[in-house]
């Protein structure tokens, strides 16, 4: 019998797009994620991009794009938000609104905590949290 312990870590999460060029201007010029990978599957009409803000990271966003979609995705009430550090809220919540970023919740302290925290929509108006190190 193994005594060796299984130890999990985050690989990726995956998103599905509307209009991937969209989501690159949000992503990766906005927010400043670098492009890890991008790959094409003609045979399955999709496009496959992975940012992380490091490329040396261990996890990353996989965004999908499905070629022959034209109607935005409904949300669900399972997922929630992505989450990002930041090391000025108030800053980096003025840089997106200049940016066009909609923003949800502006920074605020959080319900029952101390952390400054954020809300804004990404171009699918999936919701990212903005949150400042205590």
Known sequence: MSTSVIQFSLDHVMLRVLDLEKSLA???DILGMKVLRHTE????????VFLSFNE??????ELTYNWDRKDP????QAFGHLALMVNDIHKAV???AQSGVGI???PKRMNHGQRMIAFVFDPDDYL???IEPI
């Open 26 to 28: 949000f992503y990766r």
């Open 41 to 48: 599957y003609e045979s399955g009409r999709f496009t496959n």
């Open 56 to 61: 040396n990271a261990e996890s990353s966003l």
């Open 73 to 76: 995705y409904e949300k669900g």
């Open 94 to 96: 003025e840089k997106l």
């Open 104 to 106: 949800k919740t502006p």
């Open 128 to 130: 990212i949290e903005l």
